[in-house]
């Protein structure tokens, strides 16, 4: 839903105001900000890799 | 040919979310959704004879303000607040996670309990060294036995790799903070009352969700109400066949194609995409050349039986994880904990057996019979539900639930992202297929 709300404030500025492919939705939010979209912006996924 | 501002792929909770802030600023949408009747994607709400079913179970839990307040707006009265449990089921008894070591020690019995001790005594002693897989990694923390019986099969279930392949720096992110000597000594300090420092070892599994009414799908039926009422439009039984960027002149033209073969062209100046990448890339003109960086992105399948009946036995939890190699079943909901709307008397039992597959395999290539007759056979076998019990039966089937995050995918997504940009500045990707998400269903 996250990805869905900053596409349609970039989609409306006409200019991109946040990188959606940086969202991670599993990231532990502040309450400052833009709801926290600079926090969840800024962090990294965990996945499972492969063995080396 | 139909004009609009933006035309977007997908009426599930990203595509939806999209369109309602778009058309609330007075923005023309078009959305274009592959199902017959049902909004939501894979957070719909399946209604068969008046029973609700939640595909995998979404728990509304955000940590984002604007996003609980966009629930807020969307659906004002019809949320639930629900308390959360769900345990590890295995040989009969039900187990917390993260493990509580003196439940665990006591319901697991004294010949296994001490088979259990030697073994993790065993791995404390002779560890591997430098461990390289998820396996040797877990094995060194829990000893072989404890790893077989909690983490094994579930992990392989989930992500259909084996647990030699998956690597050991994943176990070490994701099982953080869980260390069974710590777990033994809170567990007999609570035995003797000392309360374990900050609380942790200590914290309960047992929290809130919200959850509407009558299943997820209801916010998005309101939702899609709402963005008809606010002049957008909502294309049902549609895919697209063929999108064409024209960046002379900065539009988009985009093919659809019915369910009954009727083919419709919209020209959009933007277009949203939740579409699964592989099939949104081989889709678009000109030719995408990270087209095979998208190929490679894997995804699993998931489907669900689901079983009504009447039995006396009872069960708090709204999942349980099902640890027991002899079944194919990975979670079974109860749909029933979920909102007791879910079911429409007061007496059946609804449970829905989940079983994490890939498009092709046998599992989804089974017939709806066969799947119903194994789902019974299981059930019964691990003993929630005995087949005579069982009176009515369906199967929910659902492609692409997740993106499989192997070793690969981060960086096809980059190449892909960068191609995007640079080519096709007017195509946004949002949802769970473009950037994230878990296997946990939480909408957010």
């Not at chain 2, 829905?352 to 089974?366: I, N, R, T």
Request: net charge positive; aromatic share 12%; glycine share 8%.
């Amino acid at each position: 839903m996250m990805t869905g709300m900053l596409t349609a404030a970039n989609i409306l500025a006409g200019r991109t105001l946040y990188d959606v492919w940086q969202v991670n939705e599993d990231a532990e939010y502040g309450e400052a900000g833009v709801s926290g979209a600079r926090e969840a912006l800024a962090s990294a996924r965990l996945v499972p890799r492969r063995v080396a | 040919m139909e004009t609009t501002d933006t035309l977007i792929i997908g009426a599930g909770p990203a595509g939806l979310t999209t369109a309602y802030r778009l058309a609330k600023a007075g923005h023309g949408v078009v959305v274009i959704e592959q199902d017959k009747h049902y909004v939501g994607g894979i957070s719909r709400t399946v209604s068969y004879k008046d029973f609700l079913f939640d595909i995998g179970g979404h728990r509304f839990f955000s940590k984002w303000r604007e996003v609980v307040a966009l629930w807020n707006e969307i659906l004002p009265d019809d949320f639930l607040d629900r308390p959360r449990l769900s345990r590890i089921y295995y040989a009969g008894k039900f187990y917390a996670y993260p493990l509580k070591a003196f439940e665990a020690l006591r319901n697991l019995g004294f010949k296994q309990c001490l088979a259990c001790l030697a073994s993790y005594a065993h791995a404390r002693a002779f560890p591997i060294r430098d461990p390289r897989t998820f396996h040797q990694w877990m094995r060194n923390e829990f000893g072989e036995r404890l790893f077989s019986i909690f983490f094994k099969t579930y992990t392989e279930k989930v992500w259909g790799m084996d647990c030699d392949a998956i690597s050991a720096d994943w176990a070490a992110q994701r099982i953080k903070g869980l260390n069974l000597s710590k777990a033994i000594i809170d567990g007999v300090a609570r035995s003797f009352g000392f309360k374990p420092q900050g609380g942790t070892s200590a914290k309960t599994l047992i929290e809130s969700f919200r959850y509407p009414r009558r299943g997820p799908g209801m916010m998005w039926d309101a939702a899609a109400a709402k963005i008809k009422a606010s002049g957008g439009r909502i294309a049902m039984d549609r895919s697209f066949e063929k999108l064409t960027c024209d960046p002379e002149r900065r539009t988009w033209t985009v093919e659809t194609i019915g369910g009954d073969g009727t083919r419709e062209t919209f020209q959009a100046r933007h277009v949203v995409s939740s579409a699964p990448i592989p099939e949104l890339l081989a889709a678009l003109s000109p030719t995408p050349l990270t087209l095979f960086h998208a190929r490679a992105l894997k995804y699993r399948d998931f489907l669900t039986v689901v079983l009504i009946g009447r039995t006396p036995r009872q069960w708090p939890d709204n999942w349980i994880y099902i640890h027991d190699p002899r079944v194919k079943v990975g979670r079974v909901q109860n749909f029933r904990s979920w909102s007791p709307e879910m079911i429409p008397d007061a007496t059946s039992t609804c449970l829905g057996l989940e079983y994490f597959c890939s498009e092709g395999d046998d599992l989804w290539d089974m017939v709806d019979r066969d799947l119903i007759a194994l789902a019974k056979q299981e059930i019964s076998a691990i003993g929630l539900l005995r087949g005579e019990e069982v009176t009515d039966a369906c199967v929910v089937r659902q492609k692409k639930a997740y993106p499989v995050y192997d070793e690969t995918y981060l960086e096809n997504l980059r190449m892909i992202r960068f191609e995007l940009a640079s080519r096709f500045p007017a195509l946004h990707l949002v949802g769970r297929n473009a950037c994230t998400n878990t296997t946990t269903r939480i909408m957010r």
